[in-house]
């Protein structure tokens, strides 16, 4: 592993890819071309990887309120790590998971944090992603890895999510942050691509998901990552959000890598929010 259980680099990986304690996951995803993602996979992939697409997958059906990638049905989520080999307990685990895509953590980070609060700590992202692997000159695979059968026990962090109602009473406490994790224009509300009303949830700051990584995908240093946080205290009450619950991950995988705890993710996002007509 690199600097942090849960980040890792390709030479790490390139050395494991044979071990049968570890399972490689796929996660890279378009929200414009909900398709591409798996259409990737199937033309080349790191050897052995599995895919887990972002909208049948890592979300749940798209409901009135709850936002655009809700948070999947844990039950079957339970049984689709299964079906990819993941152990939680000895002696076939705990499985080390490794996760990558070609997003800059955006889809990685996702699942990432579902592990995490599921109770699985042994989890890492690929750093750089599979733009990495292939920068190293290392080889793809199109053969498509056979089901298995695992043995995942859940048990999730039921504090590290908040839902809207929470958000509304909590928001403008002492002590308390909301971190908008969306790009600064859809932040102050100047543009919006995707929700239907722009703006941002009254009280927010804004830090953009896409500052703790390289242009190449690659996380920044620690120190870079103490700097980039240095304005929040560790010890608030931190609520991280986005458009609906996926980058937001990012800028949480980011504060734990700071040595931040792990804060309270609000799934809806801005589209939650603005879908309320209270």
């Not at 909900?34 to 790191?46: A, D, F, K, L, M």
């Not at 039950?75 to 800059?104: C, M, W």
């Not at 980070?109 to 890492?124: F, I, P, Q």
């Not at 750089?128 to 053969?143: E, K, N």
Request: include cysteine.
């Amino acid at each position: 592993m690199a600097e942090s259980p849960y980040l890792t680099d390709v030479q790490w990986l390139s050395q494991h890819l044979d071990d049968p304690k570890v399972v490689i996951v796929d996660t890279r995803f378009s929200l414009s071309e909900p398709e591409q993602g798996r259409n990737q996979y199937q033309s080349g992939h790191i050897p052995g990887a599995y895919y887990l697409d972002l909208n049948q997958d890592l979300s749940s059906p798209v409901q009135s309120h709850g936002g655009r990638h809700p948070l999947p049905n844990w039950k079957q989520f339970a049984s689709q790590l299964n079906s990819i080999g993941i152990h939680s307990e000895p002696p076939a685990g705990p499985t080390q998971v490794v996760i990558y895509d070609d997003s800059r953590f955006a889809f990685a980070a996702r699942l990432w944090w579902m592990l995490r609060y599921l109770g699985h700590d042994r989890v890492a992202i690929l750093d750089g992603g599979i733009g990495a692997w292939q920068v190293a000159g290392l080889p793809l695979s199109q053969d498509i890895p056979p089901a298995k059968t695992g043995g995942f026990e859940p048990n999730p962090q039921l504090g590290w999510t908040v839902d809207i109602e929470t958000v509304r009473q909590r928001k403008d406490l002492p002590g308390v942050v909301v971190v908008d994790s969306r790009s600064p224009e859809r932040f102050r509300g100047e543009v919006e691509p995707i929700d239907p009303i722009a703006g941002s949830i009254p009280g927010a700051v804004n830090s953009f998901w896409q500052e703790i990584t390289t242009d190449s995908g690659q996380l920044k240093s620690s120190a870079a990552l103490s700097a980039h946080w240095a304005g929040l205290n560790p010890n608030d009450e931190i609520i991280v959000y986005c458009g609906s619950g996926v980058t937001a991950c990012v800028n949480l995988f980011a504060l734990v890598m700071a040595g931040h705890p792990m804060h309270k993710l609000y799934p809806g996002g801005w589209s939650d929010w603005c879908s309320d007509s209270d």
